[in-house]
């Protein structure tokens, strides 16, 4: 019962929810998250930590950038639940949809490598 009160707490918040959809999306580093999102790297982070202690989402090493994920269990038994809930149409939330825009956008544009060689020209 612990587990599942955890679980709902850490959702709760309106900004660990939207990532945690994104996460459902698409396995993401913070400074992506960042971008889709709109807000500073230390509030991503925070957030990203409640959800981790919540068991919600894991981080792994991908050489120099920690990407977040979903765990597949995890996955398997919220994602069904989740997708419900949003009703017929979650387009119908502002942000949803702006979020995945953003993503979309993200992805394109292949922020992580950009940041790659943003820290690769500040160390020359």
């Known amino acids: 019962m612990k587990e599942i009160i955890k679980a709902f707490k850490a959702l709760s918040d309106p900004t660990r929810l939207r990532i945690f959809l994104l996460l ?47 765990p597949q269990r995890t996955r398997e038994d919220l994602e069904p639940l989740l997708r419900r809930l949003s009703g017929p149409n979650p387009a119908e939330s502002k942000l949803l949809p702006r979020d995945i825009d953003r993503l979309d956008v993200c992805l394109r544009e ?9 820290a690769h020209q500040s160390s020359v």
């Not at 509030?43 to 792994?60: G, M």
């Not at 292949?110 to 943003?118: D, M, S």
């Open 24 to 70: 459902l999306e698409k396995d993401l580093c913070v400074c992506e998250l960042t971008y889709v999102l709109d807000m500073s790297q230390s509030r991503v982070s925070h957030q990203l930590r409640l959800l981790r202690d919540a068991d919600l989402v894991e981080d792994k090493r991908e050489g120099r950038w920690i990407i977040y994920t979903i």
């Open 110 to 118: 292949n922020l992580r490598k950009g940041r790659k060689a943003e």
